[in-house]
């Protein structure tokens, strides 16, 4: 009774030149988000909980989970679709379980289900073994004009 | 790296009278919704497609699949809460990812996290071994006042 | 700073026709929906709660909230779209606000953003002057075959 | 047919203080986070579109939306609860309707339903004339404790 898609475009060598990469730049530098691993529909994302990104109460900011999943949503997908196709995450939704204090944020990001079109994506994400978020949401993919 | 929640409260009994119950009247008997199986934290439920469940179309009315959505959200939790403690459904999410057109359609729920006072539940619903939708929402629980 | 669509291709005369239509066969015919009132962009649908459409604690089921909701996403487009264009509920998020218990349900859809291929609806739900529910979902628009 | 809630606890004293209020610190303080008009149940943010905001293929970086929504939602529930009582986002839906490229973005949150215990919160999103994303979220109200 397998649901998992097949992911018949996915580019091993792609995968291996982006594990660990870290951004620099934009949100995802100011963020500090690393790609720890990655597989075929599948990717993990670490941030380290630093002071710049709590709230005035000490607790990560809300913000900071949202844009990982963000990122995390469009990511997943270009190891697995054709050079050129954009991925624009066009809807998710995000459960906060519970407050952020200190330590590792890790995001593992899953395609549940994946059409010529259309990815739909979940996100588990940890702070140590507990779960702090969990996130579904839509990918759609825009195949090269012209 | 476990993120079960654990659930003290879970009544066997309660699981074994529950199991193969089917609703009768009602919306759950209109669909024809059958608890399947149950176990902590988990549930499983099925309807059998039928002509008076599809659109105009020859599709399953996607009014189904979130009626029983709705369905399992609460069920799920009444074997791992209190007696007299009612589980009150507060909001979900639901991605349609095929139509169904026949058959039997399975929802597996799962509560992934859960308080004093809140659990949040997924559920993967399937036809034969396709995916056709995936839930998350949260379930308020209110113990019985005085 | 206006950001309702335009919808050229609104029919009047499908308006006129829909208006006042009530379901008397499957998922919409067992609930009692009758579409109210019809607009460019926009349709209303009401319910009278039933015995039959409670759950055991004599409130109205959440199911039956969610498949108004369905119903409604779709059937909105309809006057909207090029006629033989299907129109695909692909997603939608719900927050069950209070419960009801008697009276009429009364849906107010409204498509708040639109593309050749996907509009985005919210829903407000009430029971007499009560905002009992809140939808906001996705639409694929699917041009007929050939 | 009003369904706005009341809001009885509203301090225009707040309001008057907080209006204008722009971070510096922090996540809203790299997205550059103002707190632009203020009402009862509704908060008016707005964000300069830079290049450190934005993704690869020169678009506003979907986080940056999702990070202002968070922000938002707990934000606007300050000034019509209980000093002392903690808003904590539990959960929200995002739909990202069209790329943001230049300009301001700006959001307009309002609370659609509260109780003593969770409100509701709807935000739109524009950038100029343009709406661009629609939230829908859950905020839990945290007494003080003792």
Known sequence: MSAVPEFPAYDPGFAAAAKGHRDTTGLPGFLGVEMSDVG????????????ELMNPFGVLHGGVISALADHALGAVCYPVIPQGTWAATTEY????????????????A??????????????????????VALVQGTVVLKPPKG
Not at 40 to 51: A, D, H, I, K, N
Request: positive net charge; charged residues 30%; proline residues 6%.
């Open 40 to 51: 075929p529909g599948r990717m993990r994302f670490s941030l380290e909980v630093r002071p």
């Open 93 to 108: 939704k995000l459960n906060l379980l519970a407050p952020v204090r200190e330590g590792t944020v890790e995001a593992e």
């Open 110 to 131: 899953e395609i549940v289900s994946m059409t010529m079109r259309m990815a739909v994506v979940r996100i588990d994400i940890r702070n140590g073994d507990r779960l």
